[in-house]
């Protein structure tokens, strides 16, 4: 996994993108699942069930394939066609839920419960987050054990902020590095439940989310606790970004850096860019962003900002008018 770099009009600015959109499953929560399937190997358990909004759930699939384990995944209806494909894809029992995350995760605890199999939902199972906490000690790593000024990372349920700080705390405690980054959580601003709590110092209170970017779209985060206390402890704070400035940093990224993630993953870089016009970044330093999934999970999402052109005749004179017409003239 590599780390990326991505322009900005701020050149004093050392800014780097933990690149996980090419991970097996095409997101970072293959870091979780495959600590959970060892887990669950260790107990004895051959099917493990997890609720999610589709890429905890295209993870179990394509690992529990690999793995030749059973993997049972209930989904909001909602969940984006593309990684309800790439669950089905590799072999998994999938079973929609008519109702939202929050209600198929609620579910997925009773089945656990029931059947006695094996639980990935990062909300429930503690371990998962063993898993989440790599990509910090991969960062670090990559950064020659030097810790960065800041982290942005997206937020639904808390999992992977939290994982981010236990990697980085486990580090300070080795003694690997010396401090902590600022870890910044970056939520839709229909979905910003921990943001809130943040910003009001009160206790997580339940929104009804709603947001393109279906990957931290919760009315109530499972890990918000854990949350609070990455931002909280790191002297970080919470970054509210709208829809369209999530989809615009999603072009940005994939026309700057080379990395197509989906609006999810995209969060973190519309997060840097409204604390860097809001004046919240300083010059030199040096700033991680988390790019989370895919775009290919969730294409419908992208082309809200794009237009397919139409097409030509084929003879030279056509395209001579087409280049005419196009914003990158052709010389």
């Known amino acids: 996994v590599r780390m990326g770099d991505a322009k900005t009009e701020a050149d004093d600015v050392n800014l780097c993108i933990k690149d996980d ?13 495959e600590i959970g399937i060892q887990h669950a190997i260790e107990q004895g358990k051959r099917t493990v069930v997890a609720a999610s909004t ?23 209806v909602s969940s984006p066609k593309a990684k309800l494909t790439q669950i089905l894809q590799h072999g998994a029992v999938l079973c929609p839920v008519e109702g939202n995350y929050d209600q198929a995760f609620e579910l997925s605890l009773q ?26 000690l991969e960062i670090a790593e990559q950064l020659g054990w030097a810790t960065p000024d800041k982290i942005y990372v997206p937020v639904g349920d808390g999992c992977i902020i939290g994982g981010v700080y236990k990697g980085w705390f486990d580090l ?9 980054p600022q870890i910044i959580a ?27 970017a279906d990957g931290i779209s919760v009315n109530y985060p499972r890990d918000g606790l854990k949350a609070l206390r990455a931002v909280r402890k790191s002297g970080g704070h919470g970054v509210i970004v709208t829809d369209d400035e999530i989809l615009e940093a999603q072009k940005r990224m994939s026309e700057t850096a080379g990395i197509f993630a989906e609006p999810a993953g995209a969060a973190a870089f519309a997060g840097f860019l409204k604390d860097r016009s809001l004046g919240k970044i300083k010059s030199g330093e040096r700033i991680v ?14 082309q809200k900002r794009i237009r397919i052109p139409a097409a030509i005749d084929p003879t030279i004179e056509a395209f001579r008018q087409f280049t005419q017409n196009i914003d990158h003239p052709v010389s």
């Open 172 to 180: 300070v405690q080795l003694g690997w590095v010396d401090t902590l």
């Open 111 to 136: 089945i656990v419960e029931t059947y006695g199999w094996y639980s990935r939902s990062s909300g429930f199972n503690p371990t998962l987050s063993e898993g989440k906490k790599t990509v910090a």
């Open 21 to 33: 959109t090419r991970n097996p499953s095409g997101s970072l929560k293959d870091r979780a699942t």
């Open 186 to 212: 970056v939520q839709a601003d229909g979905s910003a439940a921990i943001v809130n709590a943040l910003e009001s110092g009160n206790d997580i209170a339940m929104v009804k989310a709603k947001t393109v």
């Open 54 to 76: 589709g890429n905890a759930a295209a993870s179990l699939a394509a690992l529990a394939a690999f793995y030749k384990m059973r993997a049972v995944i209930l989904v909001p």
């Open 289 to 302: 962003l988390l790019a989370t999934g895919s775009g290919l999970k969730d294409i419908p999402a992208a």
